[in-house]
């Protein structure tokens, strides 16, 4: 197993990609460490241990519900962010394809094209299965071109998704302005937004007006391998995962009480300590800015200033392969990404 180069001490190191996967709170390492040793009994069971970790998953669901403004029962816990988005775009549509009482025009999806995988590369599989798929192009800032979006959306559209933050360049999304444009262009389609890199730069207000929203954990301070999707009610989406029939039959598998618990707390820190957190990382990043284009030839920042949240510093540097930069940063100590993770190992400039 590979291990990071620690030929400079880890302290010395600069993370520069918490939009990849964030470092954990020590208070959410404590708190599922305890909760892993406490609550070991599954919490479908009858019994007084199995009862316990119930509570425990109940309560971290509604502590998460009241930092997300939603009811309790709308937040399903998945496997993560890319489980949330196959679930909800998947989840709509077969349950619109699959239904012999659906009305049979109600086919069509449209996405962002900046997207993530998660939400680009199942939109894709739809389409082979008899979806009528479009992907809504961007503006050249990184913000979705409203007047496009609008040209795609009919009435026999039954989803959009469009994400709250962009997790390569930061741009936030005027989801208010794309919900009224679906309302009144396919009145019968359901709103999505991935919002995972979201709760920690902007009101969950912002995002929470969607039908369906994405969460994750590890982008927040919390564990890998959980995630949430908000599932309004009276939203219909078919699970994904069949089995046991937890999670009101949207996600079955035993809950992970002791990530769920962690989620909980994460996003509690995370809510807290906001406008904090967000001026201290402004003030880095501006001067991180600042120094690149002062000192770096033909390099471009990317994307508009004003909708950036303020953890992202998006640069485009002509000649050089995104891998051999990397590499270079690595041995500089700088721990970067060029573009999403889930598309690493691309090498063009």
Same mark, same amino acid.
């Given at each position: 197993?590979?291990?990071?180069?620690?030929?400079?001490?880890?302290?010395?190191?600069?993370?520069?990609?918490?939009?990849? @996967?964030?470092?954990?709170?020590?208070?959410?390492?404590?708190?599922?460490?305890? %909760?892993?040793?406490?609550?070991?009994?599954?919490?479908?069971?009858?019994?007084?241990?199995?009862?316990?970790?119930?509570?425990? #998953?109940?309560?971290?669901?509604?502590?998460?519900?009241?930092?997300?403004?939603?009811?309790?029962?709308?937040?399903?816990?998945?496997?993560?962010?890319?489980?949330?988005?196959? #679930?909800? $775009?998947?989840? $709509?549509?077969?349950?619109?394809?699959?239904? !012999?009482?659906?009305?049979?025009?109600? @086919?069509?999806?449209?996405?962002?094209?900046?997207?993530?995988?998660?939400?680009?590369?199942?939109?894709?599989?739809?389409?082979?299965?008899?979806?009528?798929?479009?992907?809504?192009?961007?503006?050249?800032?990184?913000?979705?071109?409203?007047?496009?979006?609008?040209?795609?959306?009919?009435?026999?559209?039954?989803?959009?998704?469009?994400?709250?933050?962009?997790?390569?360049?930061?741009?936030?999304? *005027?989801?208010?302005?794309?919900?009224?444009?679906?309302?009144?262009? @396919?009145?019968?389609?359901?709103?999505?937004?991935? !919002?995972?890199?979201? *709760?920690?730069?902007?009101?969950?207000?912002?995002?929470? #007006?969607?039908?369906?929203?994405?969460? %994750?954990?590890?982008?927040?301070?919390?564990?890998?391998? /959980?995630?949430?999707?908000?599932?309004?009610?009276?939203?219909?989406? $078919?699970?994904?995962?069949?089995?046991?029939?937890?999670?009101?039959?949207?996600? !079955?598998?035993?809950?992970?009480?002791?990530?769920?618990?962690?989620?909980?707390?994460?996003?509690?820190?995370?809510? !807290?300590?906001?406008?904090?957190?967000?001026?201290?990382?402004?003030?880095?990043?501006?001067?991180? /800015?600042?120094?690149?284009?002062?000192?770096?030839?033909?390099?471009?920042?990317?994307?508009?200033?004003?909708?950036?949240?303020?953890?992202?510093?998006?640069?485009?540097?002509?000649?050089?392969?995104?891998?051999?930069?990397?590499?270079? #940063?690595?041995?500089?100590?700088?721990?970067?990404?060029?573009?999403?993770?889930?598309?690493?190992?691309?090498?063009? *400039?």
């Amino acid at each position: 197993m590979e291990t990071p180069d620690r030929s400079r001490p880890y302290l010395e190191r600069a993370y520069l990609d918490h939009a990849a @996967s964030a470092p954990l709170y020590p208070e959410v390492v404590s708190v599922m460490q305890e %909760t892993l040793l406490e609550l070991h009994a599954n919490p479908t069971g009858m019994h007084s241990s199995a009862r316990a970790a119930k509570t425990a #998953l109940e309560e971290a669901r509604e502590r998460i519900a009241t930092l997300l403004g939603c009811l309790p029962h709308e937040v399903v816990f998945t496997g993560g962010g890319t489980e949330s988005d196959n #679930l909800a $775009v998947k989840g $709509v549509m077969r349950g619109v394809l699959g239904d !012999a009482l659906a009305p049979r025009d109600l @086919s069509g999806v449209v996405v962002s094209e900046i997207e993530h995988r998660a939400m680009i590369a199942p939109a894709a599989r739809l389409a082979a299965e008899g979806a009528r798929v479009a992907f809504a192009p961007v503006t050249s800032e990184g913000i979705i071109d409203i007047d496009r979006l609008s040209a795609l959306l009919d009435e026999q559209t039954a989803f959009v998704s469009v994400m709250a933050v962009n997790n390569e360049i930061g741009t936030r999304q *005027p989801l208010s302005e794309v919900l009224s444009l679906v309302r009144e262009r @396919s009145p019968r389609a359901v709103l999505h937004t991935d !919002a995972v890199q979201a *709760p920690m730069w902007i009101d969950p207000k912002e995002f929470m #007006l969607c039908d369906l929203v994405t969460v %994750t954990g590890h982008k927040v301070g919390g564990p890998r391998g /959980i995630g949430v999707l908000v599932v309004r009610d009276g939203v219909k989406i $078919v699970a994904e995962i069949e089995g046991g029939g937890q999670e009101r039959g949207l996600r !079955a598998g035993t809950p992970d009480v002791a990530a769920a618990v962690a989620l909980a707390l994460a996003l509690e820190l995370t809510v !807290a300590r906001r406008d904090e957190t967000a001026t201290r990382v402004r003030a880095l990043r501006d001067r991180l /800015i600042s120094g690149v284009l002062a000192s770096v030839p033909d390099v471009v920042l990317v994307g508009a200033d004003s909708a950036r949240v303020d953890g992202f510093a998006p640069f485009a540097l002509a000649g050089i392969e995104s891998e051999s930069l990397l590499v270079l #940063l690595d041995r500089a100590g700088v721990d970067a990404a060029a573009g999403s993770s889930c598309a690493s190992g691309a090498t063009e *400039p």
